[in-house]
């Protein structure tokens, strides 16, 4: 597989230097991506760097992980309108453990293997190097001059905020990561996001002038929505890779949502499906784009990558459940407890006194009361229009009394807010 090939028709490639992809065509090529601890788990925006080391490694080369253990106490200052809030050593490696587990999972570690992937620390190497001997070995092969023509280090300094010494300094720390990479690692490229070039190139400027080695480099573009707006987030914030953070099943409907030119975008980066593949759901999809055969597609090739096939059959279950053609009343009460819960599995779930179940409230108190809405005329708004389910059957009557008649397990009960709003009631 030519990976450079792969990476442009997928829309993956940005900048690329001269002369990489003959060094990726000559022969095996050790390669690497660092990844930010600025938590203990990663999130979708991570994903194009994880999937471009999976695409290395598929292509015969061999890829590392640079988790930044001593980068990450200072904050890629790139792009960023303000100074990052510097996080302490231990939550610093407890984020640098949890990341690791998570690359672990999407990357061939098997030392057999002569292209097996690698795990790396950059606080091993900075740990005992001291300031002065910094600025001495390093600092002097890079003039201030150079450093200020970055576009990343312009912007901030035309901005209110300005910039740190500590933030002006982060690029020759990473370009010294990919120098000690070259002379003891044998890496020779160094892979990243379109905002990274700047930092990237440094690195290639060192081992050049301080080494007087060859090195190597391309970025892939930032991902955004076709109308420009950021990528990776929901209402509820970033769209981690942790099942704990972000259930399979809102990470299922967050690639099931996605918009159709976004779809079309998305398939192609986010999936290992091939040209072909894609081509020919492309031309079902605008069949009829109603079916959202391409959303679907995406989100479940994407998810099964990051949870496995178990918690995305588990995700397209609890889809077909609550926004399909999903089981009536009565199916949902003959469900076990266990079933139900996990049919569920990710939908926000509010609880209620028993009191509450007793005392026979009409609907449009109840939900009001249990927080489903904000207040008693936008629920009875909704139920008018049509826009309530109550354990999958429609509300058609405000004045609906819910008893204990209505509960499933003697513990549940399923509201729907228009389309996609689930909320699970819990009797505590």
């Known amino acids: 597989m030519n990976l450079i090939e792969e990476l ?13 992809e ?28 994880i999937l471009l080391l999976v695409h290395l490694q598929k292509a015969g080369h061999k890829p590392f992980a640079l988790v930044g253990g001593a980068t990450g106490m200072i904050g890629d200052p ?12 231990a939550t610093l490696q407890a984020n640098v453990r949890g990341i690791k587990a998570q690359l672990e999972r999407f990357l061939d570690f098997d030392p057999a293997k002569p292209n097996a992937a690698e795990m790396l620390n950059n606080f091993d190497w900075f740990r005992d190097f001291s300031f002065l001997d910094f600025i001495r070995d390093v600092g002097k092969h890079i003039t201030v001059n150079y450093m200020m023509s970055k576009d990343s280090v312009k912007k901030r ?45 440094t690195g290639t400027e060192i081992i050049r002038r301080k080494g007087g080695g060859e090195a190597f480099a391309f970025t892939c573009p930032l991902v955004k929505k076709a109308d420009g707006t950021k990528f990776g987030k929901s209402e509820k914030g970033n769209i981690w ?17 996605a918009n159709d030119d976004d ?40 998810t099964t990558f990051i949870h496995g096939e178990e918690a995305c059959a588990q995700a397209e279950l609890t889809t077909q459940t609550l926004f399909g053609k999903g089981p009536s009343a009565e199916a949902l009460k003959e469900m076990t407890e266990e079933q139900l819960l996990q049919q569920m599995n990710g939908v926000p779930q509010l609880d209620v006194s028993l009191a509450d179940i007793e005392a026979g409230k009409d609907i449009v108190t109840f939900l009001a009361d249990a927080k489903v809405f904000p207040s008693k005329g936008e629920a009875r708004k909704m139920i008018q229009g049509g826009g309530v389910s109550m354990n999958n059957v429609k509300v058609t009557a405000v004045d609906q009394a819910i008893t204990t008649e209505v509960l499933i397990h003697n513990k549940y009960i399923l509201f729907q807010k228009g389309k996609k709003n689930n909320i699970l009631v819990k009797v505590v």
């Open 157 to 201: 300094l035309e901005g209110d905020n300005g910039m740190s010494f500590t933030e002006f300094t982060y690029q020759l720390i990473q370009g010294y990561d990919f120098y000690w990479l070259n002379q003891n690692k044998n890496i020779k490229l160094q892979m990243g996001g379109s905002d990274q070039w700047g930092n990237i190139v």
């Open 8 to 20: 442009r028709w997928r829309g993956m490639l940005q900048d690329i230097m001269p002369g990489t």
């Open 22 to 49: 003959e060094q990726l065509n000559k022969e095996m090529t050790s390669a690497y991506i660092g990844f930010d601890p600025t938590a203990d788990s990663l999130h979708v925006g991570s994903l194009v760097p």
């Open 263 to 302: 779809a079309v975008s998305y398939i192609k980066t986010f999936t290992f499906l091939t040209q072909e593949e894609i081509n020919a759901l492309i031309a079902e999809h605008d069949i009829d784009r109603a079916k959202r055969i391409l959303q679907t597609r995406l989100a479940k090739e994407i």
């Open 78 to 89: 790139s792009f960023k309108a303000e100074e990052r809030k510097m996080l302490d050593e």
């Open 241 to 257: 890779l942790d099942s704990s953070k972000t259930s399979p099943f809102e990470f299922y409907q967050f690639w099931k949502n």
